[in-house]
């Protein structure tokens, strides 16, 4: 009987380890994110004022996607807390060596990982956009 609770217990906290990793659905009221597109200007300004306002510390980040714009390779990033449900395009630190390599395979195996200690930088230019760019992470959840 003993080995059938042990067998039990395990699957329980297995199951539990695999459930916290996972993202959470989500939905937002935030006008901008629902009228705009998640690659548009005013989107990803919002998303950058948001990060701003809350601190990456206060977010939790999963990669969602990769895509090549204008020539330049970005990740598009799951942003959540409890009050933010969004998608940060962000551009890359090439002179990161985790985030080259992750470049490299185009985030292939690492899709819906979770990141955590993600570092962003917001970049203020000249006509008011801001835009991302992830700097480092400490560790992938896969």
Not at 22 to 27: F, I, K, Q
Not at 29 to 41: A, G, L, R, T
Not at 47 to 74: C, H, K, M
């Amino acid at each position: 009987m003993k080995p059938t609770i042990l067998r039990l217990i395990t699957s329980f906290v297995v199951i539990v380890q695999l459930y916290s990793c996972d993202r959470r659905e989500c939905s937002t009221d935030n006008p901008i994110f629902v009228e705009n597109e998640v690659s548009s200007v005013a989107y990803q300004n919002e998303v950058a004022r948001q990060i701003e306002s809350i601190g990456t510390e206060n977010l939790r980040f999963w990669l969602a996607n990769y895509l090549v714009q204008d020539d330049q390779p970005y990740f598009i990033l799951y942003v959540q807390n409890d009050d933010l449900c969004a998608q940060a395009v962000v551009a890359v630190n090439t002179e990161n060596p985790k985030l080259n390599k992750l470049l490299e395979i185009e985030g292939r195996g690492r899709f819906n990982a979770e990141f955590s200690e993600v570092n962003l930088e917001i970049k203020n230019h000249p006509n008011g956009n801001q835009t991302l760019e992830w700097r480092s992470y400490a560790t992938i959840i896969d």
